[in-house]
Every structure is written in C-alpha cells, then in structure tokens.
C-alpha cells in the first residue's frame, strides 16, 4: 500500500453510462497500478435534480464490473457542517461575501468585485476572485494560464436556496480525505482552477489532477446524463469492459474478450499505461453505446 488515494464521485442523477464508468474505470486503474486506495463517493448536494434510485443503481453497477472501492461510501449530503466550517473561514478572511445578483443582472458577465450588502436574506454566497495569472498542471493535458480576471470572476460557493456549491464541497472532501490523486472526465478541468483557489484560501493541499478525453456521440455531444446517455446494465460486462479498456488506448488482448471482470482487471492494473492518453480531449464512443 502506497500514499495514493485516488476517488470516483459522482452525482445520482441518473444511472452511469459508458462515459462515467470510463472515468471510473481510469482512476480505479491509476489507483491500483500505483497500489493505492480508491474511494467512492456520492456527491448529492442537489436533490431537485437527483433521482430517488440513482445512488443504490450506481453502486450495484460498480460492484458488478468489479469495481470495489476501499472504506465507506461519503455521502455529500451528510457533511453540511463541514461546508459550513469552510465557508465561514472564507468569509472570515474576507474571502467570500454573500451576493444577491441574478443571472439577468449580470447579463452573461463574470461577477467581479464585492456587492452592497443584501437587502434581504435571498442571496448566495461567492469567493471573491483575487486578480492575476493562475498556471496549472496536468498530467494529461497541456498546461494552462487562467487569467483570472476574464476567464473566472467571483464564483458561487454556497447558493441562494441554501445548497452547497460543488466547487466548495468537493475541495472540502477531497480534503477531508486525504485525496491525493484526481483522475476525471476533461468536461471537468475548467472547475480544477476554482478547486485550486479555494485550496489556496482554505491552506489545504492540493491533489495531481489528471483529466481523460471524453467520449462523444456522432453529433460530438459529450456522453452525458444530461444528453441522455445509454445507461449501464448489468449485462455483457466483460464484452463493456474490454471495450472501455480498448477505448482508453490500453490494447486488451482479444483473448480476454468474454474473459471475467477480475481477470480483465488483473490485466488492466498490471498494464495500466496513461502515455497514449496524453494531449486527447474527445474520442467518439463506441457504437453500442451511441443514441444513434
């Protein structure tokens, strides 16, 4: 066993499909390979947009292509006081303020700057941006510089109907949890520099972040919940994993197709290899798990 703590955390709107058990199936593997813990996580901050079956359907589907996370389950939705804790020392330090603009106020522009105080108790709360270039590191894709000032603005933290902001939550936890190495979807790498601010604030370590390409549908829409991804089922596992595996440029042997979940993990972990994902955004999904 190793330093390394790597974690899957998704969001129970809705069942996994061939896109989330990529990522999952990718920071499993880097976990392993480097003799790591890998932990799972639930990030249910959102209710009006969650589905009442999602989380218990997401485990058994993890389960079921062998997929076995270290330790319990966290639960988002059961860390409120730790948010709260964060969100406190931000605003302490002058680092957050509550903020009562709408969308339609700010007519599509980055907020910018400390409001008036609200009027009343409808606001949110944001980080207020500091100014600046921000350079970032990954150990997928090209280095980037943010430039803070037009590309990010004062982002929202907590919002207005009391519901925790993903970006506070998440660097909490990983925190918490001693998260050391992030392996996730490109779709998420603008959040990194958001992620990386609110470490800096709150004086918390920063994890590796590495982000694979995303699998696209023919029309180059992502795969997606939102874009009504085929779910996972429970069946042709060993044919799905081989064929996510292929798709992460790991080069199954063909004998292992039809093979058990376990021994296509054995493999995988043993040759689990990131170079040819290197510099790759998007890739079309395969067929069978294409809307059209």
């Known amino acids: 066993m190793t330093d390394y703590i790597g974690r899957f955390a998704p969001s129970p709107t809705g069942p996994l499909h061939f896109g989330s058990l990529l990522a999952a199936l990718a920071s499993y593997l880097d976990a392993r390979h480097c003799r790591g813990q890998w932990l799972v996580r639930i990030e249910d901050l959102d209710p009006p947009r969650e589905d009442p079956t999602a989380t218990a359907e997401i485990l058994r589907i993890l389960d079921a292509y062998g997929l076995h ?57 944001r980080y207020l941006c500091p100014g600046g270039v921000t350079a970032l590191h990954d150990g997928l894709q090209a280095d980037h510089r943010y430039d803070l000032a037009d590309e990010i603005g004062d982002f929202v933290i907590r919002r207005r109907d009391g519901f925790w902001s993903y970006q506070l939550a998440v660097v909490v936890d990983d925190a918490a949890q001693e998260i050391t190495h992030v392996v996730r979807g490109i779709d998420l790498i603008d959040s990194t520099v958001r992620q990386y601010l609110l470490q800096q604030a709150l004086s918390l370590k920063v994890p590796q972040y590495s982000h694979i390409p995303v699998a696209v549908e ?32 790991q080069s199954p042997p063909q004998a292992l197709l039809g093979a058990p979940a376990s021994e296509l993990l054995h493999w995988a972990v043993r040759h689990w290899n990131t170079e040819p994902l290197k510099g790759q955004t998007s890739m079309p999904a395969p067929g069978p798990f294409q809307r059209t």
Not at 77 to 101: N, T, V
Not at 223 to 240: C, D, F, M, R, V
């Open 69 to 125: 996370w270290d330790g319990d389950v966290v639960y988002q939705s059961q860390r409120g006081e730790l948010y709260q804790s964060a969100l406190d020392k931000l605003r302490d330090q002058g680092d957050a303020f509550p903020c009562a603009c709408s969308r339609k106020q700010l007519g599509g522009e980055l907020h910018l700057g400390v409001c008036p105080p609200p009027a009343s108790h409808d606001f949110a709360w």
């Open 218 to 249: 023919q029309n180059g829409q992502k795969l997606s919940k939102q874009n009504l991804a085929l779910p996972l089922s429970g069946e042709h596992i060993s044919e799905t994993l081989w064929q996510a595996l292929h798709w992460l440029r």
